[in-house]
């Protein structure tokens, strides 16, 4: 019997294929339910609406068949762009607050090390990408991973999931998934590429499995593109754990029961002791107390076939990517952007525009009546009426034989119509005409503008504060990633001297415990906020520092103001080189200066003592 067809005759009595059964019909159930379809058909036409591809084929054709031209006046698209743009031009960066003061190096060195792996993955780009396709869309996934294909370096990489390319459960409703009990991820792959990621699983079994699966299995092969669909499932499941107090750490722990079991007997086994290494100790767990508790679990399969499975190997529980989204359908759970209040407007505008356009090329022009022969050069008039050196000749006495027909006027309810659409799509998406930088009055004061634009910015209070909040957990599973993978040596070349210096502050007791890392801390160690990195505010750091050391000087070194001033690097550092240059002549001066008081208290204490000695010889000789 082949692999493909023992898969299909399984009888699913396995624990592991009953729990591979109940995902596959999370799947096909969350693939009919009204929040995701309807959110793809949404979605797409949301694309095309910024596209500027507002049109049915249906309504396309009926105006081809009508000689009409298909017009599309966009009004969607630059209001789309200013939210990106306003997200963009108020970067944002991740702020670690200590709780206590003995937690202040420790959050200097994340602070640090977190702003490199964002440098680094270009996060900051990859959070504008979301919030880019969040508002045009509704949502976005910002997935956190580990690249493996070094296995003795791993790094982290992050990269945007599409609205389209997951499915979330249908009874969550909390933003950052906490209640979610399973997300979808879809991947459609070629063979080769199959190939590349699982070189040893027979490919055989997903072409079977996946160009005959039907009925009520979801899709998994497309035909026409000739890939495979890869599903990536994140879920969580009950699972039984014994909770005990490690005798290395004092710290209560969880453990399942086989790992557990496995624990207690490498303690009888002996650990070494944490202040002599050399000599071994035999610890005993004071018991356990037996509870359930949701841990994360994954799956990659296609069809009937899988390709991974295992508990999360991240140490954090929770998903290991980031919901991006914007406005929700509470009826139905369904994410929505800033276009989907704003189409019904856009077709009402399209509508009445071409209409009204229609009109003015079909209207008759101003028409001549005149009784025959009353006009004596018409054909000149025919040709040339629009000059204006034309004149027209009458016959004599037929002044009064022709007048002139006045061009039909169009009714004044098509601008005021145009007007209440315009309007209408600024109420709903929040975006006023002072916010696109369209100056309305000249004799209103600044601090009028200033007040009014503020007050129209509230209207988009939560669309920019799910960013945040994204922000905010995308920043948490990132730390998570560096404190599980980035080694102690390359965080000392990231941070320089300085980590080297940060790390000997927070150096623990015991570096033979297992998971033991100098920037590895618990929930109750550090609070997360974001500030706003701008010219502006480096600027102000600058002259606060500058003034600073005016009202006390040398009291902050040249180099710490230059760090928040915008000039040449090379300039900095002559600066600090002559800096440090003066104070090393300061140093030599002061030193000879304290020599030569040295040298002078000697000489005192020496012409003394010789004093002394003559004296007291003198006595000795008058004695005699």
């Known amino acids: 019997m082949s692999r493909a067809e023992r898969l299909e005759g399984r009888d699913y009595s396995t624990p592991d294929d009953k729990e591979f059964m109940k995902l596959q019909d999370w799947l096909n159930h969350i693939e009919s339910q009204e929040c995701e379809t309807e959110y793809r058909t949404d979605s797409e036409e949301d694309y095309r609406f910024y596209a500027s591809k507002q049109d049915s ?100 990489k992050a990269k945007r999931i599409p609205g389209y390319s997951f499915w979330v459960d249908q009874d969550s409703i909390e933003y950052d998934l906490s209640d979610a009990r399973y997300v979808f991820i879809d991947k459609w792959l070629t063979e080769e590429e199959i190939e590349s990621y699982w070189p040893n699983y027979p490919i055989e079994d997903v072409k079977h499995l996946s160009q005959t699966s039907g009925g009520s299995m979801p899709i998994f092969y497309n035909v026409a593109l000739e890939r495979y669909r890869i599903v990536e499932c994140w879920y969580k499941k009950w699972v039984r754990v014994y909770w005990f107090v490690n005798p290395l750490t004092g710290e209560p722990e969880n453990l399942e029961p086989d790992e557990y079991r496995e624990f207690v007997k490498a303690l009888a086994e002996g650990v070494p002791n944490p202040e002599n290494p050399e000599e071994m100790i035999f610890p005993e767990v004071e018991g356990y107390v037996e509870s359930r508790m949701q841990k994360i679990y994954y799956r990659i399969f296609s069809g009937l076939s899988t390709f991974e499975y295992g508990e999360s190997p991240y140490k954090m529980n929770i998903f290991p990517f980031v919901l991006y989204g914007a406005y929700k359908d509470d009826e139905i759970n369904k994410w929505f952007g800033a276009i989907a209040v704003m189409k019904d407007p856009q077709k009402s505008l399209n509508t009445m ?66 007007e209440v659409s315009r309007q209408s799509m600024k109420d709903t998406s929040g975006i006023t005409t002072e916010m696109m930088g369209v100056q309305t009055t000249s004799r209103e004061p600044g601090i009028s503008v200033r007040l009014r634009l503020e007050a129209a910015a509230v209207v988009l209070y939560l669309l920019f504060d799910n960013f945040r909040k994204s922000r905010i957990q995308g920043t948490k599973i990132l730390m998570s990633l560096i404190q599980q993978y980035v080694t102690e040596p390359e965080l000392i070349r990231i941070q320089g001297t ?112 010789i004093a002394a000695d003559a004296s007291k010889q003198k006595r000795n000789e008058g004695g005699k």
């Open 57 to 156: 084929p249906e309504i396309l054709a009926k105006l081809a068949g009508q000689n009409r031209p298909a017009t599309v006046f966009n009004e969607i698209k630059p209001k789309v762009d200013m939210l990106i743009g306003m997200a963009q031009q108020s970067p944002f960066v991740p702020q670690l607050i200590p709780v206590g003061r003995e937690d202040e190096p420790l959050v200097e060195l994340m602070q640090g090390t977190i702003g490199h792996y964002r440098r680094k993955l270009k996060i900051q780009e990859k959070e504008l990408s979301c919030f880019e396709h969040t508002v045009k869309t509704g949502r976005s996934l910002l997935y956190f991973w580990i690249d493996r294909s070094n296995p003795f370096k791993p790094e982290i």
């Open 498 to 609: 300085k980590g080297q210096q940060l790390l000997e502050i927070n150096t623990q007791v015991n570096p033979q415990i297992q998971g033991f890392n100098d920037i590895s801390f618990a929930e109750f160690d550090v609070e997360f906020e974001e500030i706003a990195e701008t010219g502006s505010m480096r600027a102000a750091t600058a002259m606060l520092l500058a003034e600073l050391n005016h009202q006390n000087p040398g009291a902050i070194p040249p180099h710490i103001i230059l760090e928040y001033t915008n000039i040449p690097f090379t300039v900095k550092q002559e600066i600090k080189e002559f800096w440090q240059a003066a104070q090393e002549a300061e140093m030599e001066e002061r030193q000879k200066d304290r020599e030569v008081e040295l040298a002078k208290v000697a000489g005192g204490i020496y012409g003394r003592k």
């Open 353 to 418: 525009r071409r209409q009204l356009s229609h009109l003015l090329q079909t209207l008759p022009k101003g028409l001549l009546a005149h009784e025959a022969g009353s006009i004596l050069n018409i054909e000149e008039y025919e040709q040339r009426s629009a000059d204006p050196t034309f004149h027209m000749e009458l016959a004599k006495g037929a002044i009064n034989k022709y007048k002139f027909e006045q061009q039909p006027q169009i009714s004044p309810i098509y601008r005021e119509f145009d």
